[in-house]
């Protein structure tokens, strides 16, 4: 059995870029590289596209990033464990198979089923956000669960190159290759407190390394344009040294960790996840040299009966508009504008906002007070059942190059279809993880 | 004299649906008594008031000097529905850092 395992994370969300994974598998002598690509709405998303064609719905980009990086895996003998499977894992690994044997490549790819519960929900069931019935929200598009390690365990056991899951919680898959190389009990709460602590300062990738930390005055982070990503070298102790490949950008500091260590954690001493309650607020950072982090500390307590389930609904349409303002009152035509398209349209929308980019758009209220900007943009943004009257915003922000104040220029209008995601806890008991091996 | 924020610490923004988080550490350990004292929940509840519509809790974790501030039904329902442009509340870290001290 190991004594240290290196795990690095390629990519925190679906978007992120693609570099830092390949680096990182080329020069992180890594066992495992995680990509994290699935954001709260981005299942739902997913189960739209599967709805219009049953082999789609896994991530975006999954094509993409294994065309570049199954290569490097395979070569470097580094396992791969992402969520890009999204709301159809089973055809994601089929096109992994695809492009392995486009490749010339052997390779076994394992999915993890059994988060999708959609079919399980009756609409009885109450969300945790509002304690409101679910089906009095829209009509529902997808409902997955965070599973946990239990679901990802037997794929590593499996002896697959490519584990491809849907839901699971993002420290999960992490923390997984921890209790399957070193032995872990998956009872030993405070082991499991501590490798959820590295999972979770891990899986948003390039936050660790001063991406979304950054700030020139009060943060410099060196050649940010060449952001890497992190990895870890976790201890069968549940420690871990964070470290970045040498060469690339960033900064791994402890300041840069506690700002992740917080993120999105509404409760520093109880991080519920699938696997274990950890504790945060016992974890120790030690600078151990340059972008080296050493990282002790953290506990847990027993798992939560329930798991958490992600509802994706239909919430009508989303329509905007934008057009610019420059020069002497250029604040006050921009507010006039906007008083306009109220007039015009405002009463046909539950819910209708305008807001002067550049003024008082991202934090409103008192804080943009006694402030001139030189040019401001107005954006009108309004949600309505209907696509038809959704898209009237921006069709009106148009035609206020004729038929509003001086100046306007650079118009631009956005229609989107609007997915909602609430949540429900269920049952762990409810919720049957499983495996599928596609080799090729 | 008062300070901005922005001088003393550094925060983050994360959401959880329609809870903020803000996080808060002070650049030097010894301005961590300063910040305990004078950014408390109800202060940051006044400050961002055009923005946080529910109560806002305080957890002071004192190892890592850090103040963390949950705060609910913050983000105009939250990312998925919300017609806000800065819908997950991200850019919000620099609304607390406005604050004086």
Same mark, same amino acid.
């Given at each position: 059995?190991?004594?240290?395992?290196?795990?690095?994370?390629?990519?925190?969300?679906?978007?992120? /870029?693609?570099?830092?994974?390949?680096?990182?598998?080329?020069?992180?002598?890594?066992?495992?590289?995680?990509? %994290?690509?699935?954001?709260?709405?981005?299942?739902?998303?997913?189960?739209?596209?599967?709805?219009?064609?049953?082999?789609?719905?896994?991530?975006?980009?999954?094509?993409?990033?294994?065309?570049?990086?199954?290569?490097?895996?395979?070569?470097?003998?580094?396992?791969? +464990?992402?969520?890009?499977?999204?709301?159809?894992?089973?055809?994601?690994?089929?096109?992994?198979?695809?492009?392995?044997?486009? *490749? =010339?490549?052997?390779?076994?790819?394992?999915?993890?089923?059994?988060?999708?519960?959609?079919?399980?929900?009756?609409?009885?069931?109450?969300?945790?956000?509002? &304690?409101?019935?679910?089906?009095?929200?829209?009509?529902?598009?997808?409902? &997955?669960?965070?599973?946990?390690? !239990?679901?990802?365990?037997?794929?590593?056991?499996?002896?697959?190159?490519?584990?491809?899951? =849907? /839901?699971?919680?993002?420290?999960?898959?992490?923390?997984?290759?921890?209790?399957?190389?070193?032995?872990?009990?998956?009872?030993?709460?405070?082991?499991?407190?501590?490798?959820?602590?590295?999972?979770?300062?891990?899986?948003?990738?390039?936050?660790?390394?001063? =991406?979304?930390?950054?700030?020139?005055?009060?943060?410099?982070?060196?050649?940010?344009?060449?952001?890497?990503?992190?990895? @870890?070298?976790?201890?069968?102790?549940?420690?871990?040294?964070?470290?970045?490949?040498?060469?690339?950008?960033?900064?791994?500091?402890?300041?840069?960790?506690?700002?992740?260590? *917080?993120?999105?954690?509404?409760?520093?001493?109880?991080?519920?996840?699938?696997?274990? @309650?950890?504790?945060?607020?016992?974890?120790?950072?030690?600078?151990?040299?340059?972008?080296?982090?050493?990282?002790?500390?953290?506990?847990?307590?027993?798992?939560?009966?329930?798991?958490?389930?992600?509802?994706?609904?239909?919430?009508?349409?989303?329509?905007?508009?934008?057009?610019?303002?420059?020069?002497?009152?250029?604040? %006050?035509?921009?507010?006039?504008?906007?008083?306009? +398209?109220?007039?015009?349209?405002?009463?046909?929308?539950?819910?209708?906002?305008?807001?002067?980019?550049?003024?008082?758009?991202?934090?409103?209220?008192?804080?943009?007070?006694?402030?001139?900007?030189?040019?401001?943009?107005?954006?009108?943004?309004?949600?309505?059942?209907?696509?038809? +009257?959704?898209?009237?915003?921006? %069709?009106?922000? !148009?035609?206020?190059?004729?038929?509003?104040?001086?100046?306007?220029?650079?118009?631009?209008?956005?229609?989107?279809?609007?997915?909602?995601?609430?949540? +429900?806890?269920? &049952?762990?008991?409810?919720?049957?993880?499983?495996?599928?091996?596609?080799?090729? | 004299?008062?300070?901005?924020?922005?001088?003393?610490?550094?925060?983050?923004?994360?959401?959880?649906?329609?809870?903020?988080?803000?996080?808060?550490?002070?650049?030097?350990?010894?301005?961590?008594?300063?910040? #305990?004292?004078?950014?408390?929940?109800?202060?940051?509840?006044?400050?961002?008031?055009?923005?946080?519509?529910?109560? #806002?809790?305080?957890?002071?974790?004192?190892?890592?000097?850090?103040?963390?501030?949950?705060?609910?039904?913050?983000?105009?329902?939250? #990312?998925?529905?919300?017609?806000?442009?800065?819908?997950?509340?991200?850019?919000?870290?620099?609304?607390?850092?406005?604050?004086?001290?």
């Amino acid at each position: 059995m190991k004594e240290k395992i290196r795990i690095g994370c390629g990519a925190g969300f679906s978007g992120d /870029r693609f570099e830092p994974a390949l680096i990182l598998t080329e020069q992180g002598d890594l066992d495992y590289l995680v990509l %994290e690509c699935l954001a709260e709405r981005t299942i739902a998303l997913a189960q739209k596209r599967k709805l219009q064609d049953p082999n789609s719905g896994y991530d975006i980009f999954l094509e993409r990033r294994i065309e570049s990086l199954l290569p490097l895996l395979v070569h470097h003998k580094t396992r791969l +464990i992402t969520n890009m499977g999204a709301a159809n894992p089973i055809a994601g690994a089929e096109k992994i198979k695809s492009i392995a044997k486009k *490749l =010339g490549l052997k390779i076994r790819v394992a999915v993890v089923l059994g988060d999708d519960v959609i079919h399980q929900l009756t609409g009885e069931e109450l969300s945790i956000e509002g &304690n409101k019935f679910l089906h009095t929200y829209g009509t529902r598009v997808s409902a &997955n669960a965070y599973m946990g390690i !239990e679901a990802i365990l037997p794929a590593l056991s499996s002896g697959a190159d490519i584990i491809l899951t =849907g /839901r699971v919680a993002d420290p999960s898959l992490f923390l997984a290759p921890m209790v399957y190389e070193f032995g872990w009990s998956t009872e030993d709460w405070d082991l499991l407190g501590k490798g959820t602590v590295l999972g979770h300062l891990m899986e948003c990738a390039g936050q660790l390394t001063g =991406g979304y930390f950054a700030d020139p005055v009060t943060k410099p982070v060196p050649d940010l344009h060449l952001l890497g990503h992190p990895l @870890v070298e976790v201890s069968r102790d549940g420690s871990g040294l964070i470290q970045k490949i040498s060469g690339t950008g960033g900064l791994i500091s402890v300041q840069t960790a506690k700002e992740q260590l *917080l993120y999105e954690v509404t409760h520093p001493r109880n991080y519920l996840t699938p696997d274990v @309650v950890a504790d945060f607020s016992t974890v120790r950072f030690e600078e151990k040299g340059e972008n080296q982090l050493q990282v002790n500390g953290g506990t847990g307590k027993c798992k939560p009966e329930s798991l958490k389930v992600s509802v994706g609904y239909q919430s009508g349409w989303m329509g905007e508009g934008e057009i610019s303002y420059a020069g002497s009152h250029a604040v %006050e035509r921009a507010k006039w504008a906007g008083e306009i +398209i109220q007039q015009r349209i405002g009463d046909q929308f539950e819910e209708f906002k305008i807001d002067l980019i550049g003024l008082n758009s991202m934090h409103g209220g008192d804080l943009a007070a006694n402030t001139t900007p030189y040019e401001v943009r107005l954006r009108v943004a309004g949600k309505s059942p209907t696509k038809e +009257i959704a898209q009237r915003i921006g %069709e009106e922000v !148009e035609a206020l190059y004729t038929n509003g104040p001086a100046g306007g220029g650079g118009a631009r209008k956005y229609l989107h279809e609007v997915l909602g995601v609430v949540s +429900i806890l269920m &049952n762990r008991n409810q919720i049957q993880p499983a495996l599928k091996l596609i080799d090729a | 004299m008062k300070k901005k924020l922005a001088h003393l610490a550094h925060s983050r923004a994360g959401d959880k649906g329609n809870t903020l988080i803000l996080s808060l550490f002070p650049f030097e350990e010894a301005d961590y008594p300063l910040l #305990v004292e004078k950014v408390t929940a109800e202060r940051v509840k006044q400050h961002l008031s055009h923005q946080l519509k529910g109560e #806002v809790f305080r957890y002071l974790i004192p190892e890592l000097h850090a103040l963390m501030f949950t705060c609910e039904n913050a983000l105009s329902g939250g #990312v998925t529905t919300s017609i806000a442009l800065d819908a997950h509340g991200k850019s919000l870290s620099y609304a607390i850092l406005e604050l004086t001290v």
